[in-house]
């Protein structure tokens, strides 16, 4: 499989960069890991007249964690952030869902930023950029914005970037004191797209009752599927709130369709499960001292 004509650049600045997706518009296409590119254009999936490939923008290769978020450059790998220590200790949901993510070989060459715009409903990155309530930081010749993860992913493999836009950097905001997060997926081969996975965020208050919990579902419709688990479990004591409870309210709350790999029916049944393990494990991490993480 060949892909098919495509004029190739390779810019050396950002502002570089801009000026040729710029005059590239609708016909532009940026190359960063190529994880997720490559293999359309290959299969002609995609066609973009002009390839921008951004490899030698060494200023948007970075993981930086400070008091609010962890900042991820269009550049830093999956492999990079996965083993990025402040990170772990900062947001652990994103090591959780990345060690789900594909096959080693894909998380040491694809790119989370990447991942992010491909905005596939099956992926694990647009799910924990939802859940925590992130944003992703896009530039062009017009100037630089903001959208809010609830704003990016508009449909399948569809995102608000737009024409002559840029994703430099994606924002994973730190959860609050006392949170703990979790990352369940079935698979039907470990590194496969996920028939259904969840991602669940549990804050306890100074009592260690829930006082706040949410869910994240991947697979399970054309955008990662937020719903609020507050009503199911909040006021309730960490050991002993209804998880198999806050399962069932996502098993009503999200929409699959049948296809070749499993039906509508198992896809809700997984969600309602996987958000039970999910939120027993979250809460739990929640509940444990610092000491005992450390």
């Given at each position: 499989?060949?892909?098919?004509?495509?004029r190739?650049?390779?810019?050396?600045?950002?502002?570089?960069?801009l000026?040729?997706?710029?005059?590239?518009?609708?016909?532009?296409?940026?190359?960063?890991?190529?994880?997720?590119?490559?293999?359309?254009?290959?299969?002609?999936?995609?066609?973009?007249?002009?390839?921008?490939?951004?490899?030698?923008?060494?200023?948007?290769?970075?993981?930086r964690?400070?008091?609010?978020?962890?900042?991820?450059?269009?550049?830093?790998r999956?492999?990079?952030?996965?083993?990025?220590?402040?990170?772990?200790?900062?947001?652990?949901?994103?090591?959780?869902?990345?060690?789900?993510?594909?096959?080693?070989?894909?998380?040491?060459?694809?790119?989370?930023?990447?991942?992010?715009?491909?905005?596939?409903?099956?992926?694990?990155?647009?799910?924990?950029?939802?859940?925590?309530?992130?944003?992703?930081?896009?530039?062009?010749?017009?100037?630089?914005?903001?959208?809010?993860?609830?704003?990016?992913?508009?449909?399948?493999?569809?995102?608000?970037?737009r024409?002559?836009?840029?994703?430099?950097?994606?924002?994973?905001?730190?959860?609050?004191?006392?949170?703990?997060s979790?990352?369940?997926?079935?698979?039907?081969?470990?590194?496969?797209?996920?028939?259904?996975?969840?991602?669940?965020?549990v804050?306890?208050?100074?009592?260690?009752?829930?006082?706040?919990a949410?869910?994240?579902?991947?697979?399970?419709?054309?955008?990662?599927?937020?719903?609020?688990?507050?009503?199911a479990?909040?006021?309730?004591?960490?050991?002993?709130?209804?998880?198999?409870?806050?399962?069932?309210?996502?098993?009503?709350a999200?929409?699959?369709e049948?296809?070749?790999?499993?039906?509508?029916?198992?896809?809700?049944?997984?969600?309602g499960?996987?958000?039970?393990?999910?939120?027993?494990?979250?809460?739990?991490?929640?509940?444990?001292?610092?000491?005992?993480?450390?």
């Amino acid at each position: 499989m060949k892909p098919p004509p495509f004029r190739y650049h390779r810019p050396s600045t950002v502002e570089e960069a801009l000026a040729v997706l710029a005059e590239a518009g609708h016909d532009g296409k940026v190359l960063a890991g190529g994880q997720s590119l490559v293999p359309l254009l290959n299969m002609r999936l995609a066609a973009p007249g002009q390839l921008v490939d951004v490899n030698r923008l060494a200023e948007l290769a970075y993981v930086r964690t400070d008091a609010e978020a962890v900042r991820v450059g269009a550049l830093a790998r999956h492999a990079e952030v996965e083993h990025d220590a402040d990170t772990w200790e900062a947001v652990p949901l994103l090591r959780q869902a990345l060690a789900d993510l594909a096959h080693p070989t894909i998380r040491n060459r694809g790119t989370v930023v990447g991942s992010l715009v491909h905005a596939d409903p099956s992926g694990e990155m647009p799910a924990v950029l939802a859940l925590l309530g992130g944003v992703m930081e896009l530039a062009s010749e017009q100037g630089r914005r903001t959208v809010p993860a609830a704003e990016f992913f508009v449909g399948p493999l569809e995102s608000a970037l737009r024409p002559g836009e840029l994703a430099t950097a994606a924002v994973f905001p730190r959860p609050p004191a006392r949170s703990g997060s979790a990352w369940r997926e079935v698979a039907r081969r470990r590194g496969d797209y996920a028939i259904c996975g969840v991602g669940v965020l549990v804050t306890l208050d100074e009592e260690r009752l829930v006082r706040a919990a949410r869910a994240a579902c991947i697979s399970v419709g054309p955008t990662p599927v937020l719903v609020d688990l507050a009503g199911a479990v909040g006021g309730r004591p960490h050991d002993a709130a209804d998880w198999a409870a806050a399962g069932a309210v996502v098993a009503a709350a999200v929409d699959p369709e049948d296809d070749i790999h499993a039906t509508a029916a198992y896809r809700r049944h997984l969600a309602g499960v996987l958000t039970a393990r999910a939120g027993r494990a979250a809460a739990a991490q929640a509940a444990r001292t610092p000491e005992e993480l450390a």
